[in-house]
């Protein structure tokens, strides 16, 4: 996903990825955090106007933690309807399984996604 992104879009992209050496993450919630991320870079590249983005991804044992910040447009979330579906899928996903979603984003500062899913066994059967 990241060297697809990076080759289609004039965007730089950082990747940081922390704590999962010997951390198993059921199929379900990895695949959950794929679609985030995947949706959120998306979004960066259609709306933001960005030309760096920062995808932090990193766990605990107990949760999968990932943030995708961009330094574009921004917007302003208040003001946020229904103008399309995407944030609202990617928040939809996390709580579908326990966790937490958030977008912290200001008009002409950038935007940040920030998601959090708890690894847990019970939910990858």
Same mark, same amino acid.
């Given at each position: 996903?990241?060297?697809?992104?990076?080759?289609?879009?004039?965007?730089? !992209?950082? !990747?940081?990825? @922390?704590?999962? /050496?010997?951390? #198993?993450?059921?199929?379900?919630?990895? $695949? #959950?955090?794929? @679609?985030?991320?995947?949706? #959120?870079?998306?979004?960066?590249?259609?709306?933001?106007?960005?030309?760096?983005?920062? !995808?932090?991804?990193?766990?605990?044992?107990?949760?999968?933690?990932?943030?995708?910040?961009?330094?574009?447009?921004?917007?302003?979330?208040?003001?946020?309807?229904?103008?399309?579906?995407? $944030?609202?899928?990617? @928040?939809? @996903?996390?709580?579908?399984?326990?966790?937490?979603?958030?977008?912290?984003?200001?008009?002409?500062? /950038?935007?940040?996604?920030?998601?959090?899913?708890?690894?847990?066994?019970?939910? #990858?059967?």
């Amino acid at each position: 996903l990241v060297n697809d992104f990076r080759r289609a879009h004039q965007i730089e !992209l950082s !990747l940081v990825v @922390r704590g999962f /050496g010997g951390v #198993a993450v059921p199929a379900e919630q990895a $695949l #959950a955090v794929f @679609r985030i991320i995947q949706e #959120a870079l998306s979004n960066t590249a259609k709306h933001a106007g960005a030309t760096s983005v920062s !995808l932090v991804m990193e766990t605990d044992r107990q949760k999968v933690k990932v943030s995708v910040e961009d330094n574009g447009d921004g917007f302003d979330t208040d003001a946020q309807t229904g103008r399309g579906n995407g $944030l609202w899928s990617m @928040r939809d @996903r996390a709580l579908l399984l326990g966790g937490k979603f958030d977008v912290e984003s200001v008009a002409g500062r /950038g935007t940040t996604v920030f998601a959090s899913i708890p690894i847990t066994e019970a939910s #990858a059967s």
